[in-house]
């Protein structure tokens, strides 16, 4: 386990609400089903909020942080992406359902792919290598893993579909 | 922080609380998201439809505070002392009540789903119409 200085933990904290924050909100758009959800917007100004807060850190914190994300937390990112595969997964199951757009679905497939990319680019590697390669990276759990499959065959499915 | 206003609506986003005497503020509708209470003294405070998604309120003292149609989701409430608050329709979800007083507080209505409630005792609790998918709960539940 690398070790974190206390500047880079609170930017690590930042990020996990920042995943938490994001859930909230989509949980906001699906119970608000297209109109409008009392507290999306509060949802919305806190992710810009924390995106601020971590955008402005300065460049030696920021470092350090990609440093930390290299050797420590990309190797066991699986678990991570988890969370907003398990959005996905759910929003597909809607799908089946006949309960959701299909256009949904295709939205968080993209912004979870985007969201990888935008990681890899940071610390230099190539953003668009398959995405077997790109979580089998390290040693995440191997439930992680095979819900990563399930997760992107379900979805690769309906985007063909 | 020094010049931050208390009060109805109040901004208190990501704000350092720790340990403050809030007893009896006037809360309600603020946005105290991400903010840190913990050890905070909220007794009978007012923070009805507050934004506290995410806040620390490990070991705060919500004695009798009214949190009606607050916002707690992924707060962390371990060890909080919530007796006789009103959380009638709170959102909760995945909050961590763990070890939680939650003696005679008012959840009718609540939001508790994935919220984790290990510990919290729950004696006396109104939850008549409270939303406990997926919660966990362990010693300490209601034995009724």
């Known amino acids: 386990m690398a070790r974190m200085s206390e500047q880079v933990r609170q930017l690590v904290g930042l990020e996990n609400l920042l995943v938490k924050a994001r859930r909230r909100f989509r949980e906001c758009e699906r119970e608000a089903a297209g109109a409008e959800h009392p507290r999306s917007e509060q949802y919305r100004a806190v992710i810009e909020r924390i995106s601020d807060q971590i955008h402005s850190a300065d460049q030696g914190r920021l470092k350090e942080y990609l440093e930390y994300l290299e050797r420590d937390l990309l190797p066991r990112m699986g678990t991570r992406v988890e969370e907003t595969l398990d959005g996905m997964v759910e929003s597909a199951l809607e799908v089946v359902d006949g309960r959701h757009h299909v256009q949904e679905l295709r939205h968080d497939y993209a912004d979870a792919l985007d969201r990888v990319r935008a990681v890899r680019e940071r610390l230099g590697l190539d953003p668009f290598q398959p995405l077997d390669i790109r979580f089998g990276l390290g040693t995440h759990p191997p439930h992680a893993d095979r819900r990563l499959r399930e997760a992107f065959d379900l979805v690769k499915g309906y985007l063909r579909s | ?144």
């Open chain 2, 1 to 144: 922080m020094s010049s931050m206003r208390i009060g109805p609506g109040s901004d208190l986003f990501h704000a350092r609380l720790t340990g403050k005497e809030l007893n009896g503020a006037d809360l309600r509708k603020a946005n105290l998201a991400l903010a840190s209470l913990k050890e905070a003294k909220l007794v009978d405070a007012r923070l009805a439809e507050a934004f506290l998604f995410a806040a620390n309120l490990e070991s705060a003292d919500l004695t009798g505070a009214d949190l009606h149609g607050a916002d707690l989701s992924e707060a962390d409430l371990f060890g909080a002392n919530l007796r006789g608050a009103n959380l009638k329709e709170a959102d909760l979800r995945r909050s961590n009540l763990s070890l939680a007083n939650l003696r005679g507080a008012n959840l009718t209505g609540a939001n508790l789903r994935d919220a984790n409630l290990k510990g919290a005792d729950l004696t006396d609790a109104q939850l008549e119409g409270a939303d406990m998918t997926g919660a966990e709960l362990g010693d300490g539940e209601a034995d009724a």
